[in-house]
Every structure is written in C-alpha cells, then in structure tokens.
C-alpha cells in the first residue's frame, strides 16, 4: 500500500521515494553554534552549492532519490534552506521532528520547565503540530519523528520524547526513527515506543550498527521494527566499528533472512554549523570515507563480495524504507 509522505516539498507517495538513505544530515550544529555565529557565519549560498555537488552527482550515477534528514529541531534543523537544496538537487529530502540525546542535545529549555509542569504535553503539542500544521510557521510537515537516547540509559528527559512520539505516531501514522547511542538500548527503545503506542512496523532502530553482536541485533529485530546501519564511513571512534565488521554484520543478518528489515545510511552532516571541526590529522583516516558517496560507491561493492545479493541490496535501499513510509 502506497502512503504519502511529507517531504520538504510536500507529499510525495511512498511507492516514489526510490532509492533511499535513512538518516543523514543536509546540515548540523551541535547546540551553542547558534552562539558562535558572530565568527562562523552560516553561508546560504556556499552552503548550497556545497549540497548540490555532493547529492547531483550521487543522484545521477546512482539513483540516489530520497533522504531523511534526521536533524533534531535544536541542532540547526533548517526547513527552508532543505527545501532550497531539494529543489536544486532534485530530490526528495524528508524531515523530521524530535530532539537529540540528553548528553549532545539542548536539554536547558525542557528541563527548566519540567521542574514546574508536566512537559510531556508539550511535547505531543510540537509533533502534532508540526506533522499536521508545519514547521516553524513554513507549512512544511514532519515526515518522521527522531528520538534519541544516552549510552546505555533512556533518561528521563529522553523518555518524553519517545512516549510522544509513540503517541503522534499512532494519531498521524508518522514513522519513528532513533538514535541509539553506540548502539545501546535498542530492544529498550523498541519496547518504550511499542508499549507507548507505536506500530513496531513504524519503528526504525538507528546506528544499531554501532554494535556488533548479531544476538542483541536478534533480540531487536524480534521486537518486529526495522534496524538501521546508518553509519558508514564513521570508523574507529568509540561505538564505530570499521565499516569491513559493520558489512559482515548485515551479511549474517541477511543469510539469516532478515534483508526485509535492515535500511543504511552514513549519518553524515555535508555541512556543519559553527565554526569547522579541527579534526586531528591521526584521524582523518578513519573518517576519508564519510561522506554521502560511501554506501553506493564502496560498501554495496562490498557487500556483494560477501555474498548479499542484488535483490537484497534493493530491499535495504529501496524496498524497505518504501514499505517503511508506506505503511
Ligand atoms: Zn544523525
């Protein structure tokens, strides 16, 4: 069944999202970038132009036709400027609604009010405004929710947003994707949205491929949601294994039978808001390959050498995140 689903240019059906990255970021700034503005300046134009020459290229070699954009509302999410770039671009970029993890998000504002009132409402209040009315005043609608949760714990904090939107999800029919810090608390996250509401079949557990356990990736996909590999080309950091241990992963899972229920994606920011990331020269290795090019120029090469077949390849790019927003 074909579902439309909110994009930054409004409604496009599910049967048309085609090939499709599950969480990446047009752009980023981790919260307190808004205060080094002064100095980093954000630069609409160059920034554009920067978004055009990585997506047009992966658009025509590849086919690359949909992304998520999984930026939190308080880490520089920015509707219009997405907009700007799925025009230029020409494609289907989906955005989302939710906040970022207790430890890299902006907690200040919802915590202070929590001291005197229940925040939970509020909380429904954005996603319900935000996928029925817009965003920011825009008109432009949520596709998704994104929540997120700390290494090894929900906090209490994330825990509102996950019970919201379980809840929205259920109302509006909006699909849930997560962040899992290093890849924890996946079955706990999957078991906090489904007892909250949620259909399992609108839950998409995200960086799961920060872990490399194929049991506890047994006991997520058990819960009936989909799992994401959404971070290629992250290697070697804490909770990043090297993308050669993430590929036999998804090669067991899909000997295993469960190529229906795997999505992939690098969680890769093209533009980061604030000042550049004085990222040291030892490091530069483990990050040359994340980039949005990743996926199809290296790790669907890769994947194939282990055996993963075509038609397996088009279900974790094509066939899943259509029957995903589908439903
Ligand atoms: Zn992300």
Redo the contacts with the bound molecule.
């Keep these: 069944m074909a579902k439309m689903v909110n994009t930054v240019l409004g409604p496009v059906s599910s049967d048309n999202l085609g090939k499709t990255y599950i ?3 047009i752009l ?1 700034g981790y919260p307190g970038f808004q205060g080094d503005m002064s100095v980093a300046p954000f630069d609409w134009n160059g920034s554009l132009q920067l978004c055009i020459d990585v997506i047009k290229p992966l658009k025509e070699k590849y086919g690359l036709q949909t992304v998520v954009d ?2 939190p509302n308080e880490c520089g999410r920015n509707v219009l400027f997405m907009k700007a770039v799925a025009e230029a671009a020409g494609i289907n970029i989906i955005p989302a609604s939710g906040y970022y993890y207790e430890g890299e998000g902006a907690p200040a504002y919802f915590k202070q009010r929590a001291g005197m009132t229940d925040i939970l409402p509020d909380v429904i209040e954005i996603f319900r405004t935000e996928t029925r009315v817009g965003i920011e005043g825009t008109g432009i609608k949520a596709g998704v929710f994104k929540v997120a949760s700390s290494k090894d714990k929900i906090t209490p904090y994330e825990e509102v947003f996950f019970k919201a939107a379980a809840k929205v999800s259920s109302e509006e029919g909006i699909q849930i994707i997560t ?1 899992t810090q290093e890849g924890t608390m996946g079955p706990e996250q999957a078991d906090l949205l489904i007892d909250n509401g949620a259909d399992p079949k609108r839950v998409n557990i ?1 960086h799961m491929g920060g872990n490399t356990d194929i049991s506890y990736h047994l006991e997520v996909l058990s819960k009936g949601v989909y799992i994401s590999f ?1 971070r290629f080309g992250l290697q070697g950091l804490v909770g990043c294994p090297r993308d050669d241990v993430r590929e036999t992963v998804i090669a067991g899972l899909c000997a295993a039978g469960y190529a229906d229920r795997i999505m992939l994606a690098h ?1 890769c920011a093209i533009k980061w808001l604030g000042r550049p990331l004085p990222i040291p020269d030892a490091a530069m290795p483990l990050i040359e390959n994340w980039n949005w090019a990743n996926i199809l120029e290296n790790v669907v090469p890769a994947l194939k050498k282990m055996g993963v077949s075509d038609e397996q390849i088009n279900l974790m790019l094509v066939e899943n995140p259509k029957r995903f927003f589908g439903y």
């Design positions: 969480h990446e970021h980023f999984g930026t962040h995200g959404d969680d």
